[in-house]
DNA sequence: CGGGATCCCTGAATCGATTCAGGGATTCGG
DNA sequence: CCGAATCCCTGAATCGATTCAGGGATCCCG
């Protein structure tokens, strides 16, 4: 049994020293294994630490050494996308994992607030953390944009064409947009295919858009007229699906922005008669979890989010290190999920 | 266009009292709206904060403040019940929610290695949060006990009927379970009830047994022999399920411990050619997202593990402020969601 | 036995913000 | 016109840990 003080995290530096009779000075290097320190000294303190329940004081520790000891994950919390979503407990899981090999704490800071000063530079410029993950922004942030200029140590999440220097890791939506589309094509012998958008203003809405469309160019089909455009949200999937009903234009394939749309989407076509896979073949993007257990499973890319959150986070470590790595933009490879949406497996 | 410091969140109060001619004590009182500080001066100092992009650091703040400004999720690391789990998304919803109110951030910290000094008692002991919130422990969890005693604010998430003076949030699991096996008796006349219970050690899986023990007894019922034991994980069980089917054990309804069990039951129950619910009847636990997307819809108890989460911050706050909660316990009512899997809607 | 090298530790400064006793300047009453 | 009250601000101490120049003690060697 350990020793308890009376007021909470209350033994400093100084009651070690004390008990030991050295100045707080010698304790400190000790504890921090110093050369100079002699090896005993060393045991008689760390003896003591542990006997008085010694815990180094953060604050103590972050302003005298200039480093908060913890990385921000910055998530938005706006729009369908939130932190509620799959993806950022697949992020955070990679994240933590990371941080506490480096001893790090990971803080969760949420863009919430649009017009204000965003809370997460005030966590930055406030120095509670040493870096930042940033994992979903809008093409034209300017927030993002000065928190990139302000040189501090910042990963982003995804492409980001506008921030050509900015450190990130991501995936590369168009050939996984174009795999996906192309498995319609060749496998599925489909020719009329409608594409469910992402919301404007982000870049995976404009790379997956334009996968679908390469691959219909490439196979010598011509894209629908009409932009569908959701918000990623299942119910978006549903409402341009009633749409896509209502507005007679003949179609036998669908692939969705993502898992959620597809969903949305299968729904209403079931709803209306329409036989998912035989009379419409519906796919999607992610596979953070929703598209394994629907009926019938959904075709998916898979986005290693985990891994992409490890990357992440060991980047940022580099560059609060101050090394600068390699290559600034990592992408890492998408997995063709093939599942009973599109008429395999039947 | 704000002002940018060379070296990033540098600017210091010296610079805004330099700036302003004044001491850095006025500045700060000035900042902080102290009454002895004239209006003027006041509107003065923020005009020059502003201008340089004053930010306050946060371990100086925190130092001498004492208070770090920030709580932390405690998620364990181990185990079906990590926090990869969605229950965690919920949580983080609603902790996230009320600490942005508060203006303090969130501090995730994993409970990973079971041997050594539990990583979150390090997060409190060192002051870099100011309370914490306990989502998941084992019953009998050393670390726990010492966190409990140490008189530090934390809160608890379920019941820790160990703890009778630790403030806890949490739900009636055994009401939940009761009504839902009830369900199956009165509304599906079921007979031949089985539960697929979770981990042992943990107080809810003696809670939701109790539950699904009473309504069998209340209907003069009798339980089944075995008693089946999971961890939670979907896994787990089809894992159960194959065994109860090589028992022999004749059941035609399985309450699970929670929907992922309840999903891998139903999956083993399918392929070994049994309807459900024709056949059999299954339910859940939990709600978290899984049991509405699954074919058929598993009927369950809703937890409101967003709501839970925000009443445990409140209290947390209260906590940390010096105020004791009026109860120590508060209970939020469950609410039973029926779907498919239990024979109604069909 | 003396001088230099070596080993180990101490004292003081520092990180940035906050608080509070104290006091200079102004105002007010008589 | 003087003393007291009022208003605002300054200076210094403090929170806890870390770093580094400096120096006392010990040891080694000639």
């Known amino acids: ?12 530096l100084i009651d070690v020293a004390t008990h030991v009779g050295m ?17 005993r000294t060393k045991e008689r303190v760390r003896t003591a630490a542990r006997e008085l329940d010694y815990v180094t004081n953060s604050a103590g520790r972050a302003l ?34 990371v941080c506490s090999g480096h001893d790090a704490n990971v803080i969760i800071s ?23 993950i940033v994992t979903v922004a809008r093409v034209g942030d300017p927030h993002l944009s000065s928190l990139v ?47 469910l958008g992402g919301p404007l203003g982000h870049q995976v809405t404009i790379e997956r858009r ?12 011509k894209p629908t007229k009409k932009v569908w455009t959701g918000d990623f949200s299942e119910e978006s999937g549903r409402e341009l699906t009633r749409q896509l009903l209502a507005s007679g234009e003949r179609f036998d394939a669908i692939f969705a922005a993502n898992d959620e749309m ?26 953070f979890g929703l598209a394994r257990v629907t009926t019938p499973g959904i ?14 986070t060991e980047r940022l470590f580099q560059l609060i290190g101050g090394v600068d790595p390699p290559e600034r933009h990592l992408t890492l490879p998408l997995e063709l999920i093939v599942r009973e949406s599109c008429g395999c497996n039947g």
Chains 1, 2 share one sequence.
């Open 1 to 12: 049994m350990t020793a308890r003080s009376s007021g909470p995290g209350r033994v400093t």
């Open 23 to 39: 100045s707080r000075s010698a304790v400190s290097m000790a504890l921090s294994d110093h050369p100079e320190i002699a090896a």
């Open 64 to 97: 005298r050494s200039q480093s908060a000891g913890s990385i921000a994950l910055i998530v938005p919390d706006t729009g369908p996308l939130t932190f509620g979503h799959p993806y950022f407990m697949h992020l955070l899981v990679g994240v933590t994992e």
């Open 110 to 132: 949420t863009n919430k607030d649009e017009n204000s000063v965003a809370a997460y530079e005030r966590v930055l410029r406030s120095r509670a953390a040493d870096g930042a």
């Open 149 to 195: 200029d302000s040189g501090l140590p910042v990963v982003l999440m995804g492409r980001y064409p506008q921030f050509p220097d900015a450190v990130s890791v991501g995936i590369d939506d168009l050939s996984g947009a174009r795999q996906v589309t192309e498995h319609l094509i060749t496998e599925h012998q489909r020719r009329h295919l409608v594409h």
């Open 210 to 221: 334009k996968g679908f469309r390469q691959a219909l160019t490439a196979a010598g089909l």
């Open 262 to 287: 597809a969903y949305g989407a299968i729904g209403v076509l079931q709803a209306d008669g329409l036989a998912v896979p035989r009379d419409v073949s519906v796919v999607g993007f992610d596979d």
């Open 299 to 312: 075709t998916t890319v898979r986005i290693p989010a985990e891994e992409l959150a490890r990357a992440a």
